[in-house]
């Protein structure tokens, strides 16, 4: 499982990275979003995996640590997942703000020369 | 003492309080600034002068206050008789300067402006000489730096003006900087900033390792501010300044403030080989280049410039030399040059006031008109020369007599007498110009003015100060006597040798010397006289490669070539180099922990891989790879696979034990998804090529150079992934949460106890960064119209329109909106449902997966279902959504739960919980962080359907504007 999830987040950040690096806009805020899956995947990693165990306390009362997935990367990711969407609407409008104004979707506002 | 401490404290604030005061006045009132100004300057001169008693014998006046203790930063003043000496010739010459320029002038200049600056660069000053702390000092020294700039750029609508004060600036500014980074390290080695600390500690900082770079730092301070070679070159520029400016700066201040500095740390670096090379060096060349300079200068200030270089390159060999006897004649020599000089350039003003012109070449015969101003530039510049019976010989007989003596055995004091008495020659040769071209041979004719004597004011300063070179010249030892002992034994201390200040000590070498320069000097004067009186401004061979030149040109590359270079590599205005930048770096900075520790994987034994799960992340990397090379031409299919690769990570969480992540992550890819799709019509048409052009080999190697970077970027993460996977961790901060979640925090979902309650604060700013996304967003788009659709209406969509047109009972769209009726029906009956969902996801959330973050996100989904199926009009005119509350609200909620803790004496964010009975729904914990969740629901709610609301609306709007378009007269259209 940890070399498929590691795989996973390696094509992830590969296919990020290629098109973070690409002239057009749309390319790069696809890019960004992949790079946001990648990294919420790896912070979700450093707990390390387990299966079948949420953090989720059984009973009330005194939890046992040993019982459970660690629920510091998953707070972590949480509040990663609702930011990366915050970040993808305001690049989306930027984006879109870019094109109205420059009348060209590359990300430095004007075609390369 | 007290009481003088008070003084020194009066005399440094009343220069600057009166600045303050003078930029007040009307700018017409030239009596009552000049008045005002000369009044502040006698009160210092005053106060300075009743602290004579004090520091006569070799007393000091402190004062003492604290600033910043902590960092060994005190305002210290101090007055010994050196900074004595300087206080008076700043004052006193400061006062006599004031009075010319009342005179000086013109009505239609803002003399406000002019006093103030004046008054405040005094201040300046007085805080260089008297400052007590190293740092203080430095921090005067760039106050004078920034207010001789405003000085020489009075007159600002000059061009010269402006450029000379700029030079003025940078060039001293830079020494300035040098010479903070040098007090710094001064003040390391000795360990105190204390001015008295650190004279004491010579020894210690000669035999330091950081010696060098300390001393070469205050020197290029030092050097640049009292125009000493190759940093001269700024003070003839700064002639631009009005002459009141030029006989204050280049005489007393400014410029000494460099040997002031040099003369006031001679007991921490003189004697050392590095001192005597590098100030002996660089006061040789000053002097003799310097005086080589002024003997072809055309311009009558020029001329003085010149010679304040070399003059002040005198002072510095003098320094040099490391003897305590060539000190005093340094220090001696300061404050001769500073009256002579103040008198000459006072004349030189007057002379360019009368006659129009300081022009060499110009002028001549001047003694008719302005006999009494001729014969006291006469004897000043007589006193420049060293003419015997003057201050200027005096010291000029102990530098020759220096001279001759050996310091350090070495070339350089092997040809310093053959230099001095060169240097001496162009001097007598340069005064004698300066006389002669203007005050004698035929009458002048082509002058822009009549000249005649000037106001009797106007001559009163020159009349003071060569009074002044009179009697010290002919009674040394009576007049100035005690108080140059007293700022000997400032400087030397106990070290202060015995000395005479006799005008005649019998036939002797450096009376030959003197002699040889004298009859040497007028004979180089009448054998250049000719060329001199038609040649061009500038010494020969040297005025192609004047020294502004090549500080200009530095400037040009410097702040012109080279940051347009690095403004092309490194500027902003290219995304992808500085993307590619970042993605490098990061890569160099996570493998170096592998290069330095070696990479292998851990012993942790891993979970055996389900086949499911292999096929699950087969998909998930063909919708990854695929997103990435459709991304370009089929923006469509790119967005749903990475809603694939969403969806693949999303049920990864759900698999390895995190459902309250599978549920954010599965509700938020709706939401991003909608938002893209809505942006998606207004980016431009891009169809691939069917016939494509051969790829430039550019753009092919800058593809390959991009992939390799994936490719190894990816790789590096999934190593790095598993490296770290495959070993234990450390120690788990996660497992005091786990513990104390039910106990401390009353839930039993540990993340969101996390979020909600002990971590409660970071949750509070994330809120605020998304409520701040939501209104900057809505800001953005409040005002915009996007761009025109790129695609054209499908075809279907023209027939349908075509068809509802032809029907009189139908209107366009109709037979859209029909099409879509079964799921806008579907959609709209979900409505309820999907509120019941978030609100049970937002009261299950402390106990079970959820949270007002999925809750909130769910919420918004459910408007916006709205919105796709019964169009934002209809959605609009049926409910009411002012998203702006819901975001207020949710922060509102939030801080006040937070704040609520302090009325039971908690920290912000402190929880309480306990359970409640509900009915029909049972037992609900009622944690007051469900209250702080509530905030978060409603704030994610407020901003996504803000972000989506704002977007949805641009469609309506593009149709108005083209509506607007259509109904234009056709002219306007």
Redesign the interface.
Known sequence: ???????????????????????????????L??IS??V???I???????????????D??????GL????????L???A???S??????F??????S??LT???H??GRERR | MKIDGGLLILLMLLPFAGSAVVALFRSNAHNVEAVFAGAVSVAGLAIAISLYPSVMDGGVVRSQIEWLPAYGLNFNLRMDGFAWMFAMLVTGIGLLVVVYSRYYMSPEDPVPRFFSFFLAFMGAMLGVVMAGNLILLAVFWELTSIFSFLLIGYWYQNASARDGARMALTVTGVGGLALLVGMLLLGHIVGSYDLDTVLASGNIVRQHPLFLPTMLLILLGALTKSAQFPFHFWLPNAMAAPTPVSAYLHSATMVKAGVFLMARLWPVFAGTQEWFWIVGVAGLSTLVLGAYFALFQQDLKGLLAYSTISHLGLITVLLSLGSPLAAVAAIFHMMNHATFKASLFMAAGIIDHETGTRDMRRLSGLFRYMPYTATLAMVASAAMAGVPLLNGFISKEMFFAEAVETHMVSVLDTVTPYLAVVAGLLSVAYSLRFIHSVFFGPLPNDLPRKPHEPPHWMRFPIEFLVLACLVVGIVPSLTVGPFLHAAVVGVLGRETPPYSLAVWHGFNLPLLMSAIALTGGVALYFALKNYLAVSEEGPPWFRRIGGHRIFERILVTLSWRWARLAETHLGT????PQ??LL?LVALIAGSLPFYRAGAAAGI?P?????PA??LL?LI??IC??G??VR??YH?LS??IL?AG??L??CI??A???????AV??LL?EI??TV??LL?LR???K?WADPDPMPVKIGARIRRYR??L???V???G???L??V???R??SS????Y???????EGGG????NV??VDF?GF??FG?MA??GV??L??FA??RR????ADSVESPDQQKIQNAYDEAREDRKVGDTLSDYLSVPAVIMQWLFPVIIVLAIHLFLRGH???GGG?AAGVALAIAFILQYLAAGTRWVEDHLRILPLRWIGFGLLSAALTGAGSWFFGYPFLTSHFQYAELPWIGKVPMASALLFDLGVFLL?VG??VL?LI??AH?SIRSHRTDRFVATLPKEDA
Do not use: C, H
């Open positions: 499982m940890e070399l498929i999830v590691a795989l996973a987040i390696g094509v992830l950040t590969a296919s990020g990275i290629w098109l973070l690096l690409r002239p057009r806009t749309f390319q790069v805020i696809i890019g979003s992949l899956y990648a919420n995947l790896f979700f990693a450093m707990g390390r995996l387990r299966l079948g165990a949420p953090p989720v306390l059984v009330a009362g005194v939890g046992d640590p459970y997935d660690d629920p510091l990367p998953q707070a990711v949480l509040t997942i609702v930011i969407f915050a970040m993808t609407a305001l989306l409008v930027v984006l879109l703000a094109r109205g009348g060209t979707d990300v430095d | 205005r290219r995304l992808q993307l590619r993605v942790l891993v979970i055996p891989a389900d799960f292999v992340w998930g990397a990854a790879i997103a990435a991304a370009k923006r790119a967005l990475l690769a969403g693949v990570t990864t969480f698999w390895l034990s995190a459902p309250d992540l954010t992550q938020v939401v991003t938002l893209i942006g207004w980016l431009p891009r991009d992939f970077i994936a490719v970027g990816g790789a993460m999934a190593f992934a598993y770290i996977m495959t234990p961790a788990r901060l996660g497992d949460f786990v513990r104390y979640a039910y106990t039993r979902n540990a993340v996390i979020l971590r970071d949750t994330e960064v998304l996304v939501g900057s967003v953005l788009l915009f119209r996007p761009a106990d079970l997966p973050f994610v901003a996504t972000v704002a977007l641009q």
